[in-house]
């Protein structure tokens, strides 16, 4: 092999090696990052994890688009992705201005405009610390339900009742169906760290499965397919009886072993 | 060429005046900077509006808007989005190519000598590793660059995210003057003393992928470059002494073009008040190769005359 050979592979595989390295590191470095994401509240009709990653450009025209200093962006050594849109709703929660400026002033979609109304915007989900919860100890707060810009859809009352001489509790229950996530309720809440907070769905929501059918629903098809007045249901019932021919009396069938 | 009456050819005789006059690139270049920066800030914090609700300049150099009206991106951030796999809505696509279409058009990498933010602080580097005489202790290829622009790109498809962008200390010193303080000042740190004490223009010139990028946006279709008069040049090598990017001042391959025709080159100006000779100045391409061909046939006519 030629010297000059020689030296231009050397040089190749060390040109080769740092850059692996170097990629390997700065992609760890990436995925890192990348990780702090499931924390982070983002603004409304932000795409889902994995795609606000790779869309977001980090220009912070929401947050100057903002008319109430909510959004921020996080400078570098914070706990969330570098350079990226979040706000934490104990200081200023999102209002839900109906014509969703931030939406509006995203450059690349990161804010997805098929956001249309602001009320579907799902930022997060709120959930009550049932210990720390006012409405929980028997007082008569309720005023995350009050503040509530979807009340009785967002947040409900139930009235649970109490012992003897003390009245009825009435406790905030979250739907996750219509919560915006907009943390209005956790700037409301009067305890001294909020007993209601908003954390995005992944972290706190759980997921049945297909397997089960909930009887008592209308879109279980046990259900829909009894009709009381017509001919009783050809599902076959299973019973306990044994299956072959039975000799001699119970007795002894149950005897049978000594 | 010399002359004993004319004082500014010798640099170490300029007058006040003159001394001033020469700064000027560089006095343009920190206000240019710092306008970019203050355009920004002034719109986030203190509300500048051209009418109701629409801001002066919303966003930062990933992304803005100038008066309600023109997008701008970062052209660089977009590829890498679009590698991240991110189909882009038409704002980005169209910001990204109007500010390529601006920065083409001028030539070079004037982005990193006129707005850049890390720029001032690179430049201070420089100029404090001259003054103190900071010898190279350590040596990286120029080129080095590139791969570093390459290793951006096929990360982008890898791990998808806009790799350069998530760590970028350009995205991260600069969000950090606009929009609040964070660690990106110590990246900024690091980037100074590593510029000051390993590897002279270690970052700008040897490492930032986004100056990779803008050094072949800018070989395209240079408007305004440094002419370059080899009949006027004594190859006193001042120019090169100055340049943050000595290579793009290779005298030889200059001749031939008449101008500093590399992308590399971010027309930040400092040679051409040091040039004792006035051999180079700003200029636009097609004057400058009206001046060439002038000067060139000067030459011929003079060497005619000699021979007669």
């Known amino acids: ?258 | 060429m010399r002359t004993a009456q004319d004082s500014s050819h010798d640099l170490s005789q300029r007058s006040l005046a003159q001394r001033v006059w020469s700064w000027r690139y560089i006095v343009l270049r920190r206000l240019s900077q710092f306008v970019t920066l203050l355009l920004f800030f002034g719109t986030i914090h203190w509300g500048w509006e051209v009418a109701k609700d629409v801001p002066l300049l919303s966003g930062n150099l990933s992304g803005s808007k100038f008066i309600g009206l023109i997008p701008m991106a970062d052209p660089f951030a977009v590829l890498q989005i679009f590698l991240a796999g991110h189909v882009l809505q038409t704002e980005a696509i169209l910001g990204s190519v109007i500010v390529l279409g601006f920065y083409s058009l001028i030539g070079g990498r004037v982005f990193c000598s006129w707005a850049c933010p890390v720029n001032p602080v690179t430049d201070l580097a420089g100029w404090l590793r001259v003054r103190f005489d900071i010898r190279p202790t350590f040596i990286l290829l120029r080129n080095t660059r590139y791969f570093v622009l390459a290793l951006t790109l096929i990360l982008s498809v890898l791990t998808g995210v806009a790799a350069f962008e998530w760590v970028s200390p350009v995205g991260m010193a600069h969000r950090e003057i606009l929009f609040g303080l964070g660690f990106g000042a110590t990246v900024l740190l690091a980037i100074f003393l590593f510029d000051l004490f390993i590897l002279k223009h270690g970052w700008c010139g040897h490492l930032c992928p986004l100056g990779a990028f803008w050094s072949l946006v800018g070989k395209v279709n240079p408007t305004l470059r440094v002419r370059f008069d080899k009949t006027t040049c004594t190859h006193c090598g001042e120019c090169a002494k100055v340049c943050p990017e000595p290579q793009v001042l290779n005298l030889k391959l200059l001749e031939e073009k008449g101008f500093v025709f590399f992308g590399e080159c971010s027309n930040c100006g400092r040679c051409t008040p040091v040039c004792p000779e006035g051999s180079l100045v700003f200029d636009f391409k097609p004057l400058i190769r009206a001046h060439n061909a002038q000067a060139q046939g000067s030459v011929s006519v003079s060497e005619a005359q000699r021979r007669v």
């Open chain 1, 1 to 258: 092999m030629s010297a000059n050979r020689r030296d231009f592979l050397v040089r190749l595989m060390q040109g080769a090696t740092l850059a692996s390295t170097g990629g390997l590191g700065w992609a760890y470095l990436l995925r890192q990052e990348a990780r702090a994401q499931p924390f982070a509240l983002r603004p409304p009709g932000a795409l889902p994890d994995d795609d606000f990653n790779a869309a977001c450009i980090k220009c912070g025209q929401c947050v100057v688009a903002c008319p109430f200093d909510t959004l921020k962006l996080e400078a570098a050594g914070g706990n969330l992705p570098i350079g990226m849109p979040f706000f934490e709703p104990r200081q200023i929660p999102c209002y839900l201005c109906p014509s969703i400026p931030c939406m509006k002033a995203c450059p690349t979609g990161a804010l997805s405009p098929k956001l249309k109304n602001i009320n579907d915007s799902r930022m997060g989900l709120a959930v009550i610390d049932t210990e720390n919860c006012l409405s929980w100890k028997g007082l008569r707060c309720e005023i995350c339900h009050r503040e509530c810009p979807i009340k009785g859809k967002a947040i409900t009352l139930e009235t649970h009742p109490r012992q003897i001489s003390k009245h009825a509790m009435f406790i905030p229950v979250v739907h996750s169906d219509a919560c915006t996530g907009c943390g209005i309720c956790v700037r409301a809440c009067p305890t001294t760290e909020p007993a209601i907070r908003i954390l995005p769905h992944a972290l706190i929501q759980g997921k049945i499965g297909d397997h089960y059918r909930l009887g008592w629903t209308r879109e279980d098809s046990i259900t829909q397919e009894f009709d009381a007045t017509g001919a009783a249901p050809t599902i076959a019932v299973p019973t306990n009886a044994p299956s072959g021919p039975v000799k001699g009396s119970a007795a002894d069938y149950l005897n049978g072993g000594l």
